[in-house]
Structure formats: structure tokens, C-alpha cells
């Protein structure tokens, strides 16, 4: 299965914008679609963001939409999610998955550890 690294997380002022790096080795990254959640303390993983296998198509929680934008790089076997005008609600860790056409979390068989995005108000 592909292994997966996220990378980006950091801490920044409200409005302000950060861009997040998701690393896939193992299996060729190209036959997979990928998604970014999140999990807020005390709540549950929360979809984002998900990309058809070569790119094509895309799908927003509503939450984000306008804001954050997934993308893939499949010669470089990694994943992207660029966030703009972010807010408070925004904090959370972020995990990259991949392998479904879900947007629920248990729907997906790899997961990153996690990168921790911290947006102050």
C-alpha cells in the first residue's frame, strides 16, 4: 500500500494562508486518489478536501470551499493543500489519505501521522 508523510504545519495569525506537502512512497501514488482531513481536539475527523487519481476532479467540504485548494503532483508522488484566509476554526491536525472515493474518514486504508496547523485569532 502507499505510505504517506505530511509536511507544513505551522502556526499562523488569522487570514494569513499556509500550504500543506503530503509525500507518498510505496506503491505508485498515480493509481490512487487522495484526501486531506482534519481533527480538532475533542472532536471527530472532519473531510476537507479530495483528488481523482490523475487530478481531474475535485470535492470541497463546504467549510473550506473558496479557501483551500488540493492539488497533486503525480511525478513528484505528492499531494498539496494550499489554505488561504484562514480562521480560528481552521485549527486542527491535518492528515493526508489516500485509496477512496469517500468522504469519510474509515473509508480510507493509508494515513499520514499528521501535521498540526495552528491559526490564531
Known amino acids: 500500500q502507499v505510505q504517506l508523510a505530511e509536511s507544513g504545519g505551522g502556526l499562523v495569525q488569522a487570514g494569513g494562508s499556509l500550504s500543506l506537502s503530503c509525500a507518498a512512497s510505496?506503491?505508485?501514488?498515480?493509481?490512487?486518489?487522495m484526501a486531506w482531513f482534519r481533527q480538532a481536539p475533542g472532536k471527530e475527523r472532519e473531510f476537507v478536501a479530495w483528488?481523482?487519481?490523475?487530478?481531474?476532479?475535485?470535492k470541497y467540504a463546504d467549510s473550506v470551499k473558496g479557501r483551500f485548494t488540493i492539488s497533486r503532483d503525480n511525478a513528484k508522488n505528492t499531494g498539496y493543500l494550499q489554505m488561504k484566509s484562514l480562521k480560528p476554526e481552521d485549527t486542527a491536525v491535518y492528515y493526508c489519505?489516500?485509496?477512496?472515493?469517500?468522504?469519510?474518514?474509515?473509508?480510507?486504508?493509508?494515513w499520514g501521522q499528521g501535521t498540526q496547523v495552528t491559526v490564531s485569532s
Open positions: 510505496g506503491r505508485s501514488f498515480d493509481l490512487y486518489t
Open positions: 489519505a489516500s485509496g477512496a472515493l469517500t468522504t469519510a474518514a474509515d473509508g480510507y486504508t493509508s
Open positions: 483528488i481523482s487519481w490523475n487530478g481531474g476532479r475535485t
